[in-house]
């Protein structure tokens, strides 16, 4: 599959092949039926001061709608076939806040697109 990815700092984006990731016992796999680009990710392109921090290469990409192709085996309340989107920013589920059912507090979030690999990918090709 075709997917948009910074590869190295300084301006521009490339469009690579990248391999069909896999679902892990506590993942879902998500057919991407759209996606938008947010300021972050027009920031992440023209390498605006602040981002040196961005792990390289990574696929970009945190809006997005899809179907649910997987689900794995601890995963719970979403099944193949239905449409979702998701909230861009993972919680660590170990802090305490994450303890108390505060994961919108979390410190520890990861950033889908910036943190780990994003939906900004095709699911034709
Ligand atoms: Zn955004
Ligand atoms: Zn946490």
Redesign the pocket.
Known sequence: MKAIVKTKPGPGIEIQDVPKPACGENDILVKILAGSLCGSDVHIYEWTAGYEWLPMPIINGHEFAGEVVEVGENVTGVSVGERITAMPRM?????T??RIGR?DA????IALGMRKNGALRSTCC
Request: with cysteine.
């Open positions: 919680p660590c589920g170990e802090c806040a994450c994961g979390c410190k520890n979030q």
